[in-house]
């Protein structure tokens, strides 16, 4: 055993430290379409104090550190771009305290999508956090570090309901963020000077994050959904616009796909709502429905769908399972491409879309989520493909690629982008705007060893 | 099938990671082997993407591979909770590759010493033959002979320490039952499911061959067993060998007298239980009611859940023969560890199972748990026989 691996299992058990050649296959791979990069270290720790103690090996040998969590962001983000560790952070899955009446919850950062959902739903019936519609092993950690979005949408991103949190510096000191690090409270990090953005959004790149308070929100008795039709998809930003002036609809998702055939060409919106009693629901139904989008079906520009019980209960479920868009090709295998964009740009990221996909003869499959009051949208271009064909895996990275090309000619910012986005990015950021995030990353993690290759001036 | 007729499908496996998650998604660990080692190489997805990997001479073929493909238990929680089509075939998959590293010899010394021991002596242990009755001693419990009832007790109620007295329980129950029923003592073989879910299907044909020839050599029309893992083989893989018989477990023969009247329970059992479901009784014969039947008849016995159970229920990790080869022990991350945790969270004082593997299991870890003054494991006969056999029923356990 080579000295590295030897203190790797001096620190976490040799059960989860591996150099095997499985593990290495395992994790030099994403799920979506980057190219393999070798891991040398596979480890897995249990405790912030284990994290602490590989990272400052780490940063005394020089060896990259790339910190995961579920996985599942499908951009190649976690990827070990240039070998080293990979950090598989699930198993640090504690829920530590739920604050019922402050409403928030301090969890380990490998706490997953599902355990959290499924905890609340079990000891804490009042209280829901922000689901991001990814499968249940995807991590709170991870998914605030690419500044994920949920079923909460009306309330921000998932990032925006980080309260204090604690994290491991590149160097392997701890540091508490927020009120946590003068009080046994975490549940802010104003009024203090804002630290917090250091390392949420930053892809581990700065640090990685162990234990963060994640705000609750009401879980009301009752949750329904409307689907509502336009054939036109100019005029979804004036429904999404409207919608949200309202403040009944918690999660709004416009979305148009190819398969199955039924789907073509129309404008799915789901709105989600819910109430405490019936009278609440029926009341938001109605000033959605009728009030509000019923102009629309009067003038015949839309309708309602007809959802069935089963339908309903597939897009309310939390965490949603997506039966389709993995294997349309029957080949195992998707990745979208994310944008974080104005709304009113759904027309052309649509139109566009549309015309990526034909062109490498891949079933569009394309959604925008509405972030806040119609303050943002969160618009992917998701491409299927055959993990067994090279050349269908090839087609959709390339239409991914020009998928990125497109989000930047709309004015949008490409989200949790993988290494061809993040080049455009930087390539296109402000030169000062870009100087003082290397600075930050560079007074950070002196060694450069935090998830190389990430966030990076090539 | 053989590992290159999954060839059109083995890379349809997304990792997704559904199959890590019981039902209700409280944990992310309810496959087995994950929850021992946490990487992801030994979940389902991972498993899958390696057997691929060596399919396509990407890996090559190894000690630690087979570690990883044999640390499978089957217990199916993946084919539960994929949510792709394919996903029935997982367990299909990962048996196949099994048979593929079997017949190239590269499994670890203890699956062949399992296969061989198996093979030569009946039984996964390599007990002589004639110990397979040593169970019975002191109790009135006959030979097959034309009885309505052949009572199958398979390799680890017959040889096991533990599950021998759970063995011995249920063949007094019925017998105080009047059911008319016999063993085939020394002349009961391997019922094979664990040599099947080993990937070593010549073995598992010759023995179903054999024991099907047997039963209808002696005229056996219906077979009761404690054993979910041999009610699994003899109703469902059988019939392949033309041996179609009424199999039924014990919680179901044990409901089915209870409702009868023919077991008396009224001395009841005072406690707090919770129910273990077995793999092979539940997720791969959809069986949850009848042993949670029972367990609500019992007067004095209050049924509680833990936070995983009936199709969500965490396996004990002795399945497809871990039970002998051991790959997910010595951890307190040993799927039956986290068990006993589960089971004593719940203030039961009685850990109720229906499966000798699964008896045995919980039982060690209740002892590597040191939790043995707060839990007790028992067979849910057991418990049967406690409320009707009169032991102090004002007793709270």
Known sequence: MDPISESLAGIVGQDYVSTEPEELYIYSRDLGTAEPHQADYVVAPKTAEEVQAIVKLANKEKIPVVPLGGGVSLTGIVMPLHGGIVLDLKRMDRIIEVNNRARYAVLEAGVSQGKLAAYLEKHHPNLIHSEPGAPPQATIGGNVVIHGQGDLALYGFNSDMVGAFEVVLPTGELCKIGSCSLSPYWFSRPPLPELGGLFLGWFGTTGIITKLALKLYPRRRMRDVEMFLVEDAALVPDVAYKLTHLEMAEDIVAWSQEVPPMHRGLHNINIVFSGDTEKELEFKREVICEDTLGEYVRTGDGGFVDLQPQMKGRILSRPQIDRVTADIKKGGGFEYVGAIIPVDTYPECWREGVEIAERHDIAYTLLGRVIGRCHAMMFSWTYAFNRADMASIQQARQALHESDELILKLGGVPWKPGIHAQKMIVDSMEPNTLKLMMKMKEVLDPNGIMNPGNWEVQ | ?397
């Not at chain 2, 997982?90 to 021991?117: C, D, P, Q, W, Y």
């Not at chain 2, 008849?297 to 199709?311: A, D, F, K, N, Q």
């Not at chain 2, 067979?379 to 356990?397: F, H, P, T, W, Y």
């Open chain 2, 1 to 397: 099938m053989a590992l290159q007729d999954y060839h059109d499908i083995i890379h349809r496996c997304f990792r997704c990671g559904y199959c890590k998650f019981p039902t209700n998604h409280i944990e992310a660990n309810n496959c087995p082997a994950y929850a021992r080692f946490r990487l992801e190489s030994y979940s389902a997805g991972g498993r899958l993407w390696l057997i691929r990997a060596w399919m396509n001479n990407e890996i090559k073929g190894s000690e630690r591979l087979a570690r990883i493909v044999f640390s499978c238990t089957a217990c199916r929680n993946c084919v539960e909770r994929c949510p792709y089509r394919f996903g029935d075939e997982i367990v299909n998959m990962i048996v196949a590759a099994k048979n593929e590293m079997v017949e190239k010899g590269l499994v670890r010394s203890t699956v062949r010493t399992f296969l061989e021991n198996v093979s030569k002596y009946g039984n996964p242990y390599g007990e002589p033959r004639e110990s397979r009755l040593e169970w019975a001693e002191g109790s009135a419990i006959p030979q097959y002979n034309g009885h309505e009832y052949l009572y199958y007790v398979g390799c680890v109620g017959s040889y096991d320490t533990r599950a021998r007295k759970a063995t011995k329980t249920f063949g007094q129950i019925l017998l105080r039952s009047g059911i008319s029923f016999g063993t085939l003592g020394t002349e009961e073989n391997c019922d094979g499911n664990e040599v099947g879910k080993l990937g070593e299907e010549t073995l598992f044909q010759v023995l179903a061959e054999g024991n099907v020839q047997q039963f209808k050599d002696l005229g056996v029309s219906k077979i009761v067993t404690l054993s979910p893992h041999s009610y699994n083989a003899m109703k469902n893989e059988y019939p392949r060998y033309d041996g179609q018989f009424e199999v039924v477990h014990a919680s179901q023969l044990l409901r089915d007298l209870v409702r009868s009247g023919k077991v008396d329970m009224s001395n009841g059992f005072n406690a707090k239980v919770t129910f273990h479901d077995p793999c092979f009784l539940g997720r791969w014969n959809d069986e949850y009611d009848a042993p949670r039947q029972v367990l609500r008849t019992i007067p004095g016995v209050t049924l509680v859940e833990m936070e995983r159970y009936r199709s969500g229920a965490l396996c004990c990790g002795g399945g497809a023969g871990n039970f002998g080869t051991d790959y997910l022990g010595g951890s307190e991350d040993s799927p039956a560890r986290i068990r006993v945790r589960e089971a004593c969270a719940t203030g039961a004082r009685v850990l109720a199972t229906a499966c000798p593997v699964c008896l045995t299991m919980l039982d060690d870890a209740l002892k590597a748990e040191e939790l043995e003054d707060k839990l007790a494991v028992k067979d849910i006969s057991e418990i049967v026989a406690e409320a009707c056999l009169g032991k102090k029923a004002s007793r709270r356990q």
